[in-house]
T-cell receptor
């Protein structure tokens, strides 16, 4: 089974509107971390936001928030008030456990296009 | 703070040549990862190190690929001999020790094998 699933290959959103990018994950480890990365057309991978499995509240970083639904094993990224600069590929990732011997699993990404 | 530093940013070479990609992780980070990204295959983990020791190299495509981490501040990924199908963007990333920490990526090396 896929560890990280992103079912939306591409999405469009109107500038200034909010958009939700879906991510579901699969793990039996009670300790894990969930991450979102942004990759603009220039190619770099930018860390956006992190959610720990034991965190009681959803993570927020500026216009980014993570809608964490543990029972459903989903970690959707919400971008509020979309800007043209938000157009990019977005990757969801997970790391299991609490030590450094575990690798990161990445989804296949969602390409977001923000329309003016 | 300096991020993950990769060199070169771009490399164009002919097939059969040896290619060496370099990475300097963020100071204090003790995990280092090498990824390859292509349109066809997406982002693939090649190998990762913890405290300079290779933990999992199952993603290395074949024996032509090798990676080393001689110390905490330097790693190399070598392809010898290179082939056109090795053309990709190669990323290095590092993360900090305890707990579940994000990894931070370098800007990548865009490799073209002619």
């Amino acid at each position: 089974a896929q560890k990280i699933t992103q079912t939306q290959p591409g999405m469009f959103v109107q500038e200034k509107e909010a958009v939700t990018l879906d991510c579901t994950y699969d793990t039996s480890d009670p300790s894990y971390g969930l991450f979102w990365y942004k990759q603009p057309s220039s190619g770099e991978m930018i860390f956006l936001i992190y959610q720990g499995s034991y965190d009681q509240q959803n993570a927020t970083e500026g216009r980014y928030s993570l809608n964490f639904q543990k029972a459903r094993k989903s970690a959707n990224l919400v971008i509020s008030a979309s800007q043209l600069g938000d157009s990019a590929m977005y990757f969801c990732a997970m790391r299991e456990g609490t030590d450094n011997f575990n690798k990161f699993y990445f989804g296949s990404g969602t390409k977001l296009n923000v329309k003016p | 703070d300096a991020g993950v530093i990769q060199s070169p940013r771009h490399e164009v070479t002919e097939m059969g040549q040896e290619v060496t990609l370099r990475c300097k992780p963020i100071s204090g980070h003790n995990s280092l990862f090498w990824y390859r990204q292509t349109m066809m295959r997406g982002l693939e983990l090649l190998i990762y190190f913890n405290n300079n020791v290779p933990i999992d190299d199952s993603g290395m495509p074949e024996d032509r690929f090798s990676a080393k981490m001689p110390n905490a501040s330097f790693s190399t990924l070598k392809i010898q001999p290179s082939e056109p199908r090795d053309s990709a963007v190669y990323f290095c990333a590092s993360s900090f020790g305890t707990g579940v920490q994000p990894q931070h990526f370098g800007d990548g090396t865009r490799l073209s094998i002619l």
